[in-house]
């Protein structure tokens, strides 16, 4: 058995999360956000505390200036759903490449690995994982 490194009494501090919704749809208002609210589940299940998600349209500047806000907030950990396939609007990751300072493809390779058995079209997606400041 490994001990843990932390003691017992020690109080560890809180990550925070915010979740993007991309689509022009549901930041529109014309569809229902069906991923945001999964992804604020699963963070929340983590032990992650992370407020009701944001919808930007498949816009590179919005996407980009909406990791931006969440990186200034000092928000932990950014996620966002949407835009990661090969539609001519899926625009995410030529908008969150640029902004990473340092890349994470076997995070991203591992997410994808996790999703290829509920997922038939998982290795269509292009996500990008990577820490910009402080934030992942």
Known sequence: MIESPVPENTEIEKLHGRVITVSDRVSAGEAEDRS??????????????????????????????????????GVDVVV????????????????????????????????RSASRPQVASADLSRQVVGTVERSL
């Open 36 to 73: 945001g609210p999964l992804a604020v589940a699963l963070l929340t299940e983590f032990g992650v505390d992370t407020e009701p998600p944001t919808f930007v349209p498949d816009e590179q500047n919005e996407i980009a200036q909406a990791v931006r806000s969440a990186v200034a907030a």
């Open 80 to 111: 966002l759903t949407g835009g990661t396939g090969i539609g001519p609007r899926d625009v995410t990751p030529e908008a969150v490449r640029p902004l990473l300072d340092k890349d994470l493809p076997g995070v991203a390779e591992a997410i």
